[in-house]
């Protein structure tokens, strides 16, 4: 039933008996019933309705109130929440004055499940008809009358793309397809869908931390058969895919053991769609990946990019006899050799690149990754830098240089100009030799986003920044440690920086990349100072994106004054950039509030992300020590 109050609002009610309940509180004026409705075999009656003034509700519920305080009320009220001791007589009347109240609150109680019986009811009623609109409104829902290929669209825009589909309910594509029988159905018959694909590999053993209320034969038992039912959903996936072009990452990460057999059931899942393949990155034991290494050029025409990481390389591959049934080798690989192959990435693979049957001209992308700390002599900048010299298409670049054990006048061996006039990425890591006179001969008038790591301590950077003078107009994101420079060399770095917009102090991401052996401290309160500076000499003018993931070394006064003066319109640089990210990391506590100060910025769109310690444990000891009792570890508890 559906009543109008005297604000034209209206009251339901399920049933047209409770009309004589709605009718004993109509307005004298308007008591005529309006209309009765029938949707889905529920009764709607509507009724104006003439509420109780507010005054008279108050008025109602305080003198409840004070009658049921005044039930109880005695002599004995000042005792009430006191420790007195009622005498035997007290108790006797405290007895009977409670009788009444006690039968009071019975009755309330039964009126209070009464209500809840009815509450429960209109609940009911409630959801079934909000249910039942939910229903007829899904009916006339705008995405029902999308057309099918702008559908497929939408559903192709679900995709991930940091990185290839992941094979679960909780992502695109498979989520699309368990929403209703029509979008499976669209789903299942849009093949760009389906033509990316990540596969992991479970490991053949046991971990000690992981599943250990599986016995070993048990968990081999449910991993042969989790793997066979990837494998064949793997299968079923591509063939989806129709003639689409792929994308297929498979990640084995056991790298205890040399030969992993569910790395081969799953890598079988794909080998059979190589004429499809465009992008396949596989990280693997290196005997794995033989079935990849016995393609001919001819089995993909379509690869542009390829990328091995060998996870296992004890004993080393090349330690090996070249007459070894598990050895591989990829200069004789013809995989390598696929006519549209652009991008190059290998890890951890010790062999002589330059006899590699690549079209480097061609090249685009080359990461040579993971050997610097090996015994990787074809790894050293000697043998890196011709191969750069016939790269002229390079766009990024990924390196590990090893040490040139014992070569010293690197001129004698390399005086060419290194011109790479495309490069927009250059990331290198130096096991410690010092690339001077390479970044002497290196020409990147494009180069834009520019990370360098050494072992050296302190570094040799002065080809560092000789190459950030030569970039300082065209560099927007620079990534180091800001360590292996010292604070005036660093000072200088940041000059040449005019067009930087980020700024990052971390540690290598290479792989193989350990501890810093050094801890000197440049990201200091001095530091932020130099970029707050007011007096005409601005460092960073364009500076967005700042971070900081080894511990810093500065106050929480002296960020806070720097993401104020950086973040505001009319602060200290009004024309210049505003900071549009701050990423620190402490190690330490927070010794200033800074939630309140920075609010308004982050609502201003500021994203920060501050880290600190967490405060030291506390240590507790059982009071139950020493007793007749099992004997328990004391208990560490963390506040933080």
């Known amino acids: 039933m559906r009543v109008p109050t005297k604000t034209w609002g209206w009251m339901y009610t399920t049933h047209p008996v409770h009309a004589n309940t709605v009718l004993e509180h109509l307005h004298p004026e308007s008591s005529q019933l309006v209309g009765l409705v029938r949707l889905s075999g529920t009764f709607y009656s509507s009724y104006p ?7 008279r509700i108050v008025e109602d519920k305080r003198n409840s109130a004070n009658h049921h305080r005044g039930m109880i009320h005695s002599s004995l009220s000042s005792r009430v929440g006191t420790n007195y001791v009622p005498t035997d007589e007290e108790i006797a009347q405290i007895g009977e004055l409670l009788s009444g109240p006690a039968l009071t609150l019975a009755n309330l109680k039964a009126a209070m499940e009464r209500n809840k019986a009815e509450y429960k009811e209109l609940f009911s009623q409630h959801e079934e008809l909000t249910r039942e609109i939910a229903e007829y409104r899904a009916l006339i829902s705008p995405v029902r009358r999308l057309p099918v290929d702008i559908l497929q669209e939408i559903f192709c825009h679900c995709l991930v793309t940091e990185h290839n589909a992941l094979m679960s309910h909780h992502d695109a594509p498979v989520l699309l397809a368990r929403i209703c029988s029509s ?4 789903a299942f018959s849009t093949p760009e869908l389906w033509s990316s694909i990540h596969i992991p590999v479970p490991p053949l053993s046991r971990s000690r931390f992981f599943h250990q209320h599986l016995d070993d034969e048990a968990y081999k038992t449910d991993t042969t058969n989790f793997v066979a039912k990837r494998s064949a959903a793997a299968r079923e996936w591509l063939a989806r895919s129709c003639a689409c072009p792929l994308s297929i990452s498979l990640h084995d990460a056991d790298a205890s053991l040399s030969y992993n057999t569910h790395c081969d059931a799953l890598l079988a899942s794909f080998m059979p ?3 499809r393949w465009k992008s396949v990155s596989v990280t693997a034991s290196a005997i794995n990946l033989k079935p990849v290494a016995n393609l001919a050029a001819a089995d993909v025409p379509l690869l542009e990019s390829l990328t091995l990481t060998i996870i296992n390389t004890t004993p080393p591959m090349h330690w090996l006899p070249d007459s070894s049934p598990n050895i591989i080798t990829w200069a004789k690989s013809a995989v390598i050799r696929a006519p ?13 690149f330059a006899t590699f049957p690549l079209n480097w001209a061609k090249l685009t992308k080359l990461s040579l990754e993971g050997t610097s700390r090996g015994l990787a002599k074809n790894m050293t900048i000697y043998k890196i830098a011709p191969l750069l010299v016939m790269c002229k298409q390079l766009v990024e670049v990924r390196l590990e240089i090893s040490r040139t054990q014992g070569v010293q006048d690197s001129c004698t061996f390399f005086t060419s100009s290194i011109s790479l006039p495309h490069l927009l990425t250059l990331s290198m890591h130096d096991c410690g030799d010092g690339l001077c006179w390479f970044f002497d001969l290196l020409q ?3 180069l834009e986003h520019f990370e360098y790591h050494t072992d050296a301590s302190p570094g040799p950077t002065a080809g560092v920044l000789a190459l950030l003078s030569q970039t300082g ?3 927007r994101s620079f990534v180091t440690d800001f360590q292996i420079f010292t604070k005036s060399e660093f000072t200088e770095a940041l000059q040449h920086c005019h067009g930087l917009t980020s700024l990052s102090n971390n540690y290598a991401h290479l792989v193989d990349m350990g501890f810093p052996r050094y801890r000197v401290q440049h ?10 500076t007011t007096n005409g000499d601005y460092i960073l003018p364009e500076l967005e994106v700042l971070e900081c993931f080894p511990p810093a070394g500065f106050s929480d006064a002296a960020l806070l004054d720097l993401i104020k003066s950086r ?19 402490f190690n330490r506590q927070q010794d200033l509030p800074l939630k309140d100060e920075l609010q308004p910025l982050i609502q201003d769109g500021l994203q920060v992300q501050l880290s600190y310690a967490p405060p030291p444990p506390r240590v507790q000891f059982s009071a139950s020590d020493g007793i007749d009792a099992p004997a328990a570890f004391p208990s560490y508890h963390h506040l933080f």
């Open 340 to 352: 549209h192959l652009r991008q190059i990435s290998f890890i951890r693979i010790f062999e002589e």
């Open 523 to 532: 990201f200091d309160d001095e530091f932020l100072e130099l970029l707050n």
């Open 183 to 186: 979008w499976r159905s669209i």
């Open 273 to 275: 769609f190589s004429s």
């Open 567 to 585: 973040s505001r319109k009319g602060g200290l640089f009004p024309t210049h950039a505003k900071l549009k990210r701050v990423s620190v990391s």
């Open 49 to 55: 309705i003439a509420p109780k003034s507010h005054q």
């Open 473 to 475: 107009n065209t560099l």
């Open 444 to 446: 990147v008038p494009l």
